[in-house]
Each structure stands twice: as structure tokens, then as C-alpha cells.
């Protein structure tokens, strides 16, 4: 019995030794290198490709293995350690990483052993904790992704959030442990939101939020979200969330702007809350409840201490012991509601608040207004009925809105709700209700929302209303019906969604993400580390360096072709006909060092203009036998800079010979520009079609129309000038004739020339597409009104 005591001893004892150093031996073989499978000299790219292979392998959702788990942790941990340099050489050193311990088999060995011997995991003070053994304080504030999303994220428009990026295996993490808690302690009730994300469960959050590094400590407020990047301190915390409130969410109030501050409730449709306290700062519980609270209420905030506040404190009567709230609606001398208590907790502040969201009568200003104003029926002793008075803003209405809101102000029905439109910013709603549109605003409507999509159920109140004690018993008359019989509601209607009158413009929408974007940005270079701004800083240098690139390039390209312009400038450019002229130097640089300008006639007008491509457009020069060398000459000069278009055709008309098809043509351009008339041998008057330019667009058939404008000089007198005014008058009579007559060809040969001076600007205002256009319902035929000569 001895011997069999003796063994079962032993066999205890062996049992006892293999519990507590089993779990133990994996702890020397955990090795970052080889859980990755890549060598001591591996590279940070071969590092991160093989924990992508792996993570994608051994991730809990897609491998069914009941190890997987373990593995996958063991891989983020092994990443963590080789993708951290400073990490890396700690291990590589010492065999262990700064705030790394080995996670996986030992971890969950050691959990088996002091769970069995009902060991506290608090007594041993181990960071190290796994998914079931967590800190107690921060499980409740764990956030997932799609909580994150779902949740997290709409609610941060009615308060911030304070997120703490952590992992189990941060050291770092376990020295602002005892601040982070003070911080939530003081700050969740407040009203702040609290989370914690832990990077080895959630990683898809932590990369969501952009956090890379544990701890972090980042906000969340209208969806957006902005890092802590100072000491951990409690302080900072408290004034980093007061930070991120928006600014200007109360106003200061004092004896010279409260009559300002209590008179705005007609603007922004909302009543307004004073604070009464003696501190000098608004306090955080107030800042956060107006921003909680600000679409339905204004706040503002009067320091008690300060003697511009006195003659306030006077007329409300405000006890100086304690903080005081007033909240004040219709009527500004007299508030609607009052609480006073020395320790302000945020639920009594809330509760006041949401008893007081609303004006008396207020008016309907968005869909989101009138869905809380006027609810759908659930129950039938729930039902609510809307007070509708359908109204203007004009002078005219005022007497009749001063008795509705009155009346308003008497009601003490819950089941009654009181509110008003102005028509002319609620049309549509307005158009649907009003049944008899031969009766004008101002009318009374009583209706029943009976489902979210628009039904409702009213009746309007015959006789409109002017605000006279006839109108008002009538109304308490068909209410006190109402209460009794809801069938005298025997309307019904869908009824459109409502303007949100208080929608902020584009720009200014526009204009302020701009502003977060660029606080961002900077927020970022300010303190990010180097290896995170790479990317960015990499895309920064690449733009400059490609523009500062194209600028140089197009810089020496400029200079090569001036040089190469310069000898070729006294070279005259040849057109079609073999005329000269001269090139203006561009921006747009021709692929010809010619204009190439064919005549149109009967043989080219199909292939030129009736059966130009789309988007393709001709520029004819209308000209004459005796202008054609001049004009062709001018022509070239204005349009050379404009050939390096593939969608310009240049050419030429002999109006000549074709003058009544450009007659006919002008028919559709009567109201363009007067023509100028000239006469002929037989005293007939006919246009002066000479040196006009079409632009004919054969595909979609319009045209637009360049009229000459002769802006040259007066041969004449600058001939005067020349011969100092001074002619001898014994000179023969044929020497003065022959004379005169130059002097004449010359004259009209110079205002041909300058016929064409402002083509140039027409030719730009024709790239630009803002020239008129004249539309032609069909070409007409060249060779069919040909006429010969």
C-alpha cells in the first residue's frame, strides 16, 4: 500500500510538472523569422509579402483549422516585430522584441493552467491578454467595424468620440492605461463617446481609421476623424475633445447684445437657452449638450461675474449660488421654462432640453421638422394633429400670425401641434392643400400624417383666417369636433417632401470641405512619421519635377523655333493663287509654313462644304477679280496662326461669279449687319459682298459672318502731310489729272488692304464658339445660280 500511495505520488507530481512546463517550451521556440518563413537578412518588401500570404491563409473567417486562430496571431505578431526596425533589432540583439512576449500556444496554455487552478489573471499583472481575458474596464467600450459604422459613425454628429487604438502586446500601452481611465471616467459623462479598438481582432477598423501605430488616441466628430498627437496627458484629452467641438456653438451673452441674442428666434425658428454660472469659461457639459442639441436650439451663456451681465441677473431674478438655465421662445421677456441645481448632471439637462425643442407655433422649414412636429399615427390614443396656418412673410400677414401664434401659446392639448409655412417657400406643399385655389393665404389646414411616405389625412377651416375672434372660435370649434370625431378629416394627399429652407449654399458647402481637406493634409505633415508620408511626398516631388520638366522643355522648344523663324520671316508666304503674305508668330504652332486656301466653285462645293465632316468648318474669303491678289494676301496673314486646327478648311469665293448664290446665302443673315451698296453703269444699287468671310459649317448648316471694318489711315490727307500741305498752282492740267488718279488706286487699293484688320479677333471668337449663328435649312445649288460673266 506503501509502494502504490508512493506512486500515485509521483505520478501526480509528474502530471503537475508537464501542466506548468508544457506551456512553457513553446515560448523559446516562438521566432518571428520562421513563423514568416523568411530569413534573418530578409528584406522589409519579402517581409511584408510573405505576412500577406500568410494572413490570407491562416485568417479565422476563411481557414476552418481550429488552430488557425493562434496562427493567425502569431503571424501578426511576428509582423509586428519585423516590420518595426527598432523592434527588429531588439530581437535580433537580445532574442526579444521591447514590448513583445510570445503570443499563441503559451498564452493559451497559460490561461488553461490558472483558469483550472482559479487563478486571477490580475495577481500575475500580465499585459498579454487574449480574446477572453481582456481588461474588464475597456471590453464594454470595444468597438468593431461594422458597430463602428452602423453606430459610431451617425452618432458622432451629436457627439464626439474618444477612440484608443491598442494591441495586447503593447508595452506602451500599459503606461497611459491609468490616464486613459481617468480621462473616461471624467469625461463619459459628460456625454463624450468612448471606444477601444484592439489591432489583433480588428485590424480592418485600425487600417479603416488609418491608425498604425499603438497606442493612438484619435476623435471622431460629423463622421470625421482627427488624431491625438500630444503628451497623454488628462488635460490634454479634455481640451483635445473640446477642440474638435465646432467653433461659436454658444454665445457669450451680456447686457448689450441679449435683446440681439433673445430677438433671433424668428430667424433660425428655434428658442434659445441662457446659462447662468459664476466660471468665466463655458463649461464642457454645456458645450456638449448644444452641440447634442444644435438643430433645434440656440445657446448662449452669461458669466455672472462679469459686471456687463449685471442688469441681466437683475431682471430674471437668477440666484447666484447655483447655475441657472432659462429657455426662452415666442416671447423673449418672460422664459417658457426654468431649472436651477448646483451639481448640473447631463441627464436633468437633457431631459430640460428635449421638453423644449420647439417653438410654440414653429415654422415648417424642412422634412426633418415637420416628421418630428408632426408624427405618424401609431395607436388611436396616440394620435397627433398638426395646426397648420399657411401664410406669408409680407407686412400684411403680421396680424394674422401675431393671433395664431396666440393661440398657439393657449394651447394645452398634447394631442395639438401648432405650426406654420410661408408659401411662397413651400409651394408645392402649399399647391396640395390648398383644395379652393380661388382662396389666397393666409388659411388654416388641420391634418393627420397616417404614414412615412407622404399620406396624411386634413380638412382645411372655411373662411381663411385673419386672425378676428370669428376666425379663432371657428378653428376651437372644428378641433373640439375633431377630438370627438376624426372622420371630419375627409381629405387625403401624398404630400411632396419639404425644401430645406436653411440648406447651405454650394460654395459655401464646397468651401468648407475644402478647408477640412487642407487641415487634414497638414495635420498630417505636421506629424506623421516619414515612412507613412512617403507615398505622399513621393507624389508631391513627381508632379513638380514632370512640370518643372515640361516647363524647361517647352522653354527651349520656343527658343529653337524662334531662331529657326527668324531667317524664314523675310521669305514671303505664297497661298494657292501664288500671292504673297506674311505670318503672325502664335501659340498654336501650324504644321504648314503656308495657308493653303482653295477657290470654291461648282467642281469643290460638294466636297467642301455640302459633304464636310462633322465638326469640320470652312472659312470663305468672299472676293473680287480685281481684289483677289490683295485680299488673298491679307487673308493668309490674319488666319496663319489658326492652320494648325485639323478642323479649319480655308478658302476663296469669286463673288464675281457667284454673286447671287451669295445673295440668296445673305437671306438668312439679314438681321446680322447692314451691307454697304455700291452702284453700277446703269445706276442699279447692289451689295458689296467684297472682303466679307463666312464661316460655313456644312454637317449641321449654319454660318457665321465676318463684316469688313476699315480701321487704316486716309491716303489723302497723310499724302498732304507728306508734301507739307503746300501744291503749286501753275502745275498743267493733265500733270494734276494724271496725279489725282494715283493718288485714287492707291487710296482704294489701302482700303481693300485693311478690309480684313480684325479677322484675327473674329477668327479667335470663332474657336471660342461665341459668335452668332445663322442657321440654313439647305445649301443652296453653286452651279445652278452661276452667273457668267
Excluded at 473567417?61 to 519585423?82: G, Q
Excluded at 377630438?483 to 417632401?497: F, R, W
Excluded at 502731310?721 to 500733270?735: L, Q
Aim: net charge neutral; aromatic share 10%; proline share 5%.
Amino acid at each position: 500500500m506503501a509502494r502504490l500511495k508512493m506512486l500515485l505520488i509521483l505520478h501526480s507530481v509528474m502530471i503537475l510538472c508537464l501542466l506548468v512546463a508544457g506551456p512553457v517550451e513553446p515560448a523559446a521556440e516562438f521566432d518571428p523569422y520562421k513563423t514568416l518563413g523568411v530569413t534573418r537578412s530578409a528584406s522589409q518588401a519579402e517581409i511584408k509579402k510573405a505576412y500577406k500570404r500568410l494572413a490570407k491563409e491562416w485568417h479565422p473567417d476563411k481557414n476552418k483549422n481550429p488552430e488557425a486562430e493562434d496562427m493567425f496571431i502569431r503571424i501578426t505578431k511576428s509582423y509586428e516585430i519585423l516590420s518595426n526596425e527598432e523592434k527588429r533589432a531588439n530581437y535580433d540583439r537580445y532574442g526579444q522584441a521591447e514590448d513583445s512576449q510570445p503570443h499563441g500556444h503559451s498564452h493559451h496554455g497559460f490561461r488553461h493552467f490558472h483558469d483550472n487552478f482559479y487563478f486571477e489573471e490580475s495577481f500575475f499583472h500580465f499585459p498579454f491578454n487574449n480574446k477572453g481575458g481582456r481588461d474588464f474596464a475597456d471590453s464594454k467600450y470595444n468597438l468593431h467595424f461594422n458597430q463602428y459604422v452602423n453606430d459610431v459613425v451617425p452618432d458622432s454628429f451629436k457627439r464626439p468620440y474618444l477612440v484608443k487604438i491598442t494591441s495586447d502586446w503593447c508595452f506602451s500601452c500599459i503606461h497611459i492605461e491609468p490616464v486613459w481611465k481617468e480621462t473616461v471616467q471624467e469625461l463619459e459623462p459628460l456625454g463624450v463617446g468612448i471606444g477601444v479598438v484592439d489591432v489583433g481582432y480588428e485590424r480592418r477598423l485600425a487600417n479603416h481609421l488609418g491608425a498604425h501605430r499603438t497606442p493612438s488616441i484619435l476623435g471622431v466628430i460629423n463622421g470625421k476623424v482627427t488624431f491625438f498627437h500630444y503628451a497623454v496627458v488628462k488635460e490634454h484629452l479634455r481640451q483635445f475633445v473640446e477642440d474638435l467641438l465646432p467653433q461659436r456653438l454658444v454665445e457669450k451673452v451680456t447686457d448689450r447684445n441679449d435683446h440681439q441674442f433673445l430677438n433671433s428666434w424668428h430667424e433660425v425658428n428655434k428658442p434659445h437657452v441662457l446659462l447662468f454660472d459664476q466660471v468665466s469659461v463655458v463649461p464642457l457639459l454645456y458645450k456638449l449638450t448644444a452641440f447634442a442639441y444644435k438643430d433645434y436650439v440656440q445657446f448662449g451663456y452669461v458669466d455672472q461675474g462679469l459686471a456687463e451681465t449685471a442688469n441681466l441677473v437683475k431682471q430674471f431674478n437668477i440666484n447666484t449660488y447655483a447655475p441657472t438655465m432659462l429657455v426662452f421662445k415666442e416671447n423673449i421677456d418672460k422664459p417658457a421654462d426654468i431649472i436651477q441645481a448646483k451639481g448640473m448632471k447631463k441627464q436633468i439637462i437633457d431631459e430640460f432640453i428635449s421638453n423644449n425643442k420647439f417653438l410654440l407655433a414653429p415654422r415648417l422649414v424642412n422634412q426633418k421638422l415637420f416628421d418630428e412636429l408632426c408624427p405618424v399615427k401609431q395607436f388611436h390614443r396616440r394620435r397627433k394633429y398638426c395646426v397648420l396656418l399657411i401664410t406669408g412673410e409680407e407686412e400684411s400677414f403680421a396680424t394674422g400670425n401675431k393671433a395664431f401664434l396666440a393661440l398657439a401659446s393657449a394651447n394645452t392639448k398634447d394631442v395639438l401641434r401648432f405650426a406654420y409655412v410661408y408659401q411662397r417657400q413651400q409651394q408645392q406643399l402649399c399647391d396640395i392643400l390648398l383644395k379652393n385655389k380661388d382662396s389666397p393665404p393666409p388659411q388654416v389646414v388641420i391634418l393627420e400624417r397616417r404614414n412615412g411616405a407622404g399620406k396624411v389625412l386634413y380638412k382645411p377651416v372655411l373662411g381663411g383666417w385673419n386672425g378676428s375672434e370669428e376666425d379663432k372660435n371657428r378653428l376651437l370649434e372644428e378641433l373640439e369636433r375633431l377630438q370627438k370625431d376624426p372622420s371630419i378629416l375627409i381629405y387625403d394627399a401624398m404630400l411632396p417632401e419639404l425644401n430645406n429652407e436653411f440648406a447651405s449654399m454650394f460654395l459655401i458647402r464646397w468651401i468648407y470641405t475644402a478647408y477640412d481637406y487642407l487641415s487634414e493634409i497638414i495635420d498630417d505633415l505636421l506629424h506623421n512619421n516619414w515612412r507613412e508620408m512617403m507615398p505622399l511626398l513621393s507624389l508631391i516631388f513627381s508632379a513638380l519635377f514632370i512640370l518643372f520638366g515640361t516647363v524647361v522643355i517647352q522653354a527651349f522648344s520656343d527658343s529653337s523655333e524662334e531662331k529657326q523663324s527668324k531667317p524664314k520671316t523675310k521669305e514671303p508666304l505664297k497661298t494657292e493663287n501664288g500671292s504673297p503674305g506674311t505670318a503672325n508668330t502664335s501659340s498654336r504652332p501650324p504644321k504648314k509654313n503656308f495657308v493653303e486656301v482653295t477657290e470654291l466653285t461648282d467642281v469643290t462645293y460638294m466636297s467642301n462644304l455640302v459633304k464636310l465632316r462633322p465638326g469640320h468648318i470652312n472659312v470663305v474669303l468672299v472676293l473680287t477679280d480685281a481684289t483677289k491678289n490683295i485680299l488673298l494676301s491679307k487673308f493668309a496673314k490674319e488666319v496663319y496662326s489658326f492652320t494648325g486646327s485639323l478642323t479649319l478648311h480655308f478658302s476663296f469665293l469669286n463673288v464675281d461669279k457667284h454673286n447671287e448664290w451669295m445673295s440668296t446665302l445673305m437671306e438668312f443673315a439679314q438681321d446680322a449687319m447692314q451691307m454697304d451698296t455700291d452702284e453700277d453703269e446703269g445706276g442699279n444699287r447692289k451689295m458689296d459682298y467684297t472682303g466679307y468671310v463666312l464661316a460655313l459649317n456644312g454637317h449641321k448648316k449654319y454660318l457665321c459672318l465676318f463684316k469688313p471694318v476699315y480701321t487704316g489711315e486716309d491716303l489723302d490727307g497723310k499724302a498732304d502731310e507728306d508734301t507739307g500741305g503746300a501744291r503749286s498752282k501753275s502745275g498743267s492740267r493733265d500733270e494734276h489729272q494724271h496725279r489725282k488718279g494715283m493718288t485714287r488706286s492707291r487710296s482704294t487699293s489701302l482700303q481693300i488692304h485693311h478690309k480684313l484688320d480684325r479677322l484675327g479677333l473674329w477668327m479667335e471668337r470663332l474657336m471660342e464658339g461665341t459668335l452668332p449663328r445663322y442657321y440654313i435649312p439647305a445649301w443652296p445649288g453653286l452651279d445652278k445660280i452661276t452667273v457668267s460673266k
